[in-house]
């Protein structure tokens, strides 16, 4: 079983930059599709992008796209979300996920859950 654990949240200035790490306990991300949702306060979550199992394949919400980019280092069982330009709009609590690909509710695909880290973006 894998446990997703994740860091790096904290507060940024509007346009400057964050990069959140996930890691699994165990060391075996290799074998899920691992993604990253957020929760905006008010909100619901809403995904932020997927990566595949090889890294070779990405996904982004239209929200996030081309300020965000997804990774992973399977060697060190860990994905990675870089946030640059951010916006007061990115304010959430980020979670990290593992499971399948499912592209019609990426979220559904997701069976394992890590805690979440709060982001904070400020004008």
């Known amino acids: 079983q894998v446990q997703p654990v994740e860091s790096g949240g904290g507060w940024v200035q509007a346009g400057g930059s964050l990069r959140l790490s996930c890691a699994d306990s165990?060391?075996?991300?290799?074998?899920?599709?691992m993604g990253w949702f957020r929760q905006a306060p008010g909100k619901e979550r809403e995904f932020v992008a997927t990566i595949s199992r090889s890294g070779g394949s990405t996904n982004y919400a239209d929200s996030v796209k081309g300020r965000f980019t997804i990774s992973r280092d399977n060697a060190k069982n860990t994905v990675y979300l870089q946030m640059n330009s951010l916006k007061p709009e990115d304010t959430a609590v980020y979670y990290c996920a593992a499971g399948v690909l499912l592209p019609s509710d990426y979220a559904r695909g997701m069976v394992y859950w890590g805690k979440g880290t709060l982001v904070t973006v400020s004008s």
């Open positions: 165990g060391r075996t991300f290799s074998s899920f599709v």
